[in-house]
């Protein structure tokens, strides 16, 4: 689940990034990244289904007593049944929502060409990028942290999302270089010029990914943790 969750959140990563700055090369790319992110709503919402009915026998810390557990007691806040099944539904539900958006109004452009689409999608990137970061954060602390629920992690967010960005990117390359070749949908849209940005990219995230799994790593090998 987690896997394919990544390459989602990296699509919808790479299309706020797009309206962000404004991009012009990556607008050839962007359905791709587009379809991908719309996967949020509803496929990854109704896969995480079987996530919340095995919650218990996948998460031991749900069946635990806090007042028994320092280190769950601390987290109790979001650490608790109710939060758990409450904000995993809102989070998966709202990156969906948020994609298929950005996806609308890229279609609905494309009908009529109007500019107040791009203004809308600019707007709505700007403020959706701190909502990402916040956000995937909250979601791979549920999700993956917290199957170790002593572990403690100020970084865990940023070593999911390097992931997810990189393991996107691979995703894009391949995707583009197959959809770009003769009698393929992209093939007079996506030229050897995108191919190699995709690839620049990558490799700018293979280091990035790289230099933070060795940091988190190193805190742990630092604390003397297994």
């Not at 069946?63 to 939060?83: M, Q, T, Y």
């Not at 700007?126 to 791979?140: N, R």
């Not at 403690?152 to 959809?179: D, E, K, N, P, Q």
Request: with cysteine; charged share 10%; aromatic share 18%.
């Amino acid at each position: 689940y987690m896997f394919c969750l990544s390459i989602c959140m990296g699509s919808l990563f790479l299309v706020i990034v797009h309206h962000l700055f404004d991009a012009g090369w990556s607008a050839s790319i962007r359905r791709v990244t587009e379809q991908l992110s719309s996967l949020l709503f509803p496929w990854m919402l109704i896969l995480l289904v079987p996530i919340l009915i095995l919650q218990k026998q996948i998460y031991p810390w749900l069946s635990l007593d806090p007042n028994e557990d320092h280190s769950l007691a601390i987290k109790r806040v979001l650490f608790n049944p109710p939060a758990f099944n409450a904000l995993l539904v809102f989070l998966v539900a709202s990156w969906g929502f948020i994609a298929n958006t950005f996806k609308k109004w890229s279609l609905a452009q494309d009908k009529d060409g109007r500019v107040e689409w791009t203004r809308k999608s600019r707007v709505l990137a700007a403020a959706g990028i701190f909502y990402f970061a916040f956000s995937l954060t909250l979601g791979c602390f549920y999700l993956m942290k917290s199957l170790q629920h002593q572990f403690f992690s100020t970084m865990y967010g940023v070593y999911y999302f390097a992931g997810s960005v990189w393991t996107t990117l691979g995703t894009v390359y391949v995707l583009i270089m197959v959809l770009s070749r003769p009698g393929m949908p992209l093939e007079k849209v996506v030229f050897k010029r995108q191919q190699q940005d995709v690839g620049v990219l990558f490799f700018a995230f293979t280091v990035f990914y790289a230099y933070i799994h060795f940091s988190q790593y190193f805190l742990i090998w630092n604390a003397a943790m297994p």
